[in-house]
Structures are given as structure tokens and as C-alpha cells.
């Protein structure tokens, strides 16, 4: 596709239910990157992947967070038992390779109720 | 951690004006730099970058100014319109690892 696309753009969960955040990144990107969002504040880093490597998870806050790339491509954000202070934009972005310019998606808004 | 509430820095200039947007940024290893634009309900717009063997970058009404000395990077926008307010962040990125984002700076400008 001609940019980086996530699904869903807004979900509502409720406290402990299980969402999965998918990105579709740019067509050829070895890189993806998975960022998190508070309102009025920059995006965090959460984890980061070199084709289906996941080379860095450090960002993710807990170990509720899961991220997979199995074909190197699609990658899908997974958080289980959610809390409220899940609540938040999460960004996926892709690269062409190390050092490229990255780009962004639109995000998905995950509120908690 | 800190909450630190939704006040970002504002700059509220006059539609036409020139408008410069300062970014302190942290590690003095980092070696690629970029500006991002985010509209409201949407993800971060690339806008241009600069890598650390440069001063200066230029755009299309865009200029990227990068002073190691003092870890400072500005983004200058010429002829200020209406469609260019929204947050900028300058992020910072080591070694082709990840970036790591500023704290942002809402623009406004008025018509």
C-alpha cells in the first residue's frame, strides 16, 4: 500500500479483555517500529523489528504487551488483561532498512473503559 | 512518572510569518535527526530530517538547523500558513536504532 496501515483505528475494551492491534507496514520495509502514545505527550518506543526479528521489546511496559512479525511483514500488537492505563494511541512505523526515514500510520486509539 | 498535564509549548504566529521551533535534544551520540508533523487524530507526518555531518537542510519552505555544540535543533517554516498548525516534535535517533521523540510544540497560526 502507498502508506503504513492500522486496524482498528479506535477500539473500546473493556478492563481485562484482550485486544490485538494490527499494522500493515509500507510494501518492502525491513523495519517496523511499534510506539505508544499519551495524550499531549510524544510517541514512546515499544518494540522493534528487522523483518520477523523482534531485535528490541524494552519499551514495552509489561508483560501483558506482545508483539509478533511471523512473515516479516504484517505485524500485530497484542495486550491482554488491558487497564485503563492502557489507554492510549499506538503507532506502528516502518523503514525501508536501519537509518532510512521512518513513517508513520494513523494509529489505533485504545481507550479502557 | 511525572503527569505533565496536556501544555505543550505553544508558538502562535500571524498566517505569513516565519515561525522557528526549538528541540533540545538528549544524546550527543545521536547521529540522525527529524522533524514530525501531527495533526490532530492523526499519526506523525514526516517532514525532513538531517543527519549529524550537516548543519543545515533545506525543504520545500522548510529549514532544519542542527548545532552539536549544544545539542540544539530548529526547524524553521516560512510563510506560515493556517494548514501547518499542528504539534511538531523533533525526534533523535543513534546508530539506526530507534527514535527517541521531544516532548512536542504546538503551532497555531492565526489567518
Known amino acids: 500500500g502507498a502508506g503504513v496501515s492500522q486496524s482498528p483505528r479506535y477500539k473500546v475494551a473493556k478492563r481485562g479483555q484482550d485486544v490485538a492491534l494490527r499494522c500493515d507496514p509500507i510494501?518492502?520495509?525491513?523495519?517496523l517500529f511499534w510506539y505508544q502514545q499519551a495524550l499531549g505527550q510524544g510517541p514512546e518506543f515499544l518494540t522493534y523489528?528487522?523483518?520477523?526479528?523482534?531485535?528490541?521489546k524494552s519499551g514495552l511496559p509489561s508483560d501483558r504487551f506482545f508483539a509478533e512479525r511471523p512473515e516479516g511483514s504484517v505485524s500485530t500488537l497484542k495486550i491482554q488483561r488491558t487497564q485503563q492505563e492502557d489507554s492510549a494511541v499506538y503507532l506502528c512505523?516502518?523503514?525501508?532498512?536501519?537509518?532510512?526515514?521512518?513513517?508513520f500510520g494513523e494509529g489505533s486509539w485504545l481507550t479502557v473503559v | 512518572g511525572e503527569n505533565v498535564g496536556l501544555h505543550l509549548p505553544t508558538l502562535s504566529v500571524q498566517e505569513g510569518d516565519n515561525s522557528i521551533i526549538n528541540c533540545a535534544y538528549s544524546?550527543?551520540?545521536?547521529?540522525?535527526f527529524i522533524w514530525y508533523k501531527q495533526e490532530s487524530g492523526k499519526g506523525p507526518q514526516f517532514i525532513i530530517d538531517?543527519?549529524?555531518?550537516?548543519d543545515k537542510r533545506q525543504g520545500q519552505r522548510v529549514t532544519v538547523l542542527l548545532n552539536k555544540t549544544v545539542k540544539h535543533l530548529s526547524l524553521q517554516i516560512a510563510a506560515t500558513q493556517p494548514g501547518d498548525s499542528a504539534v511538531y516534535f523533533c525526534?533523535?535517533?543513534?546508530?539506526?536504532?530507534?527514535?527517541?521523540f521531544g516532548k512536542g510544540t504546538m503551532l497555531l497560526v492565526s489567518p
Open positions: 544524546n550527543s551520540a545521536s547521529d540522525y
Open positions: 512505523a516502518s523503514s525501508l532498512a536501519t537509518g532510512n526515514t521512518i513513517y
Open positions: 510494501s518492502g520495509h525491513v523495519s
Open positions: 538531517i543527519r549529524s555531518n550537516m
Open positions: 523489528f528487522q523483518n520477523e526479528a523482534q531485535l528490541d
Open positions: 525526534a533523535e535517533n543513534m546508530r539506526g536504532s530507534t527514535l527517541t
